[in-house]
């Protein structure tokens, strides 16, 4: 059976950091997509960056790209830095794995789901 959890989660004030961790086990990420998203109250579920853990290749939406970092440790512990956070940014973060291996960010094409994260940047 697939588990995947988040933690690294918490409150932080504007222009803070936070690293976000994600642990998977069930089986081998090392040939899987590992997405992380975020959805905020009353918003849709968006993507924020993926990684694909055998070759290493990552993608972010240009919306993304300098605040946020995707990493992984080469075993199935996948991350995410995030820098000069901004109260937007608070959401409930969720990491999600496929074994497509595509760089996706559409969630209806990642088949195991963690149970999120609470963020949130505040004064």
């Known amino acids: 059976q697939v588990h995947v959890v988040e933690s690294g989660g918490g409150m932080v004030q504007p222009g803070g950091s936070l690293r976000l961790s994600c642990s998977i086990s069930?089986?081998?990420?090392?040939?899987?997509?590992v997405a992380w998203f975020r959805q905020a109250p009353g918003n849709e579920r968006e993507g924020i960056s993926v990684?694909?853990?055998?070759?290493?290749?990552k993608y972010y939406p240009n919306s993304r790209k300098g605040r946020f970092t995707i990493s992984t440790d080469n075993g199935n512990t996948v991350f995410l830095q995030m820098q000069d956070l901004v109260p937007e940014d608070t959401a409930v973060y969720y990491c999600?794995?496929?074994?497509?291996?595509?760089?996706?960010?559409?969630?209806?094409?990642?088949?195991?789901w963690g149970q999120g994260t609470q963020v949130t940047v505040s004064s």
């Open positions: 999600a794995a496929a074994s497509h291996g595509r760089m996706s960010l559409r969630d209806r094409e990642y088949d195991h």
């Open positions: 069930g089986f081998d990420v090392r040939f899987y997509s």
């Open positions: 990684i694909n853990v055998s070759d290493g290749e």
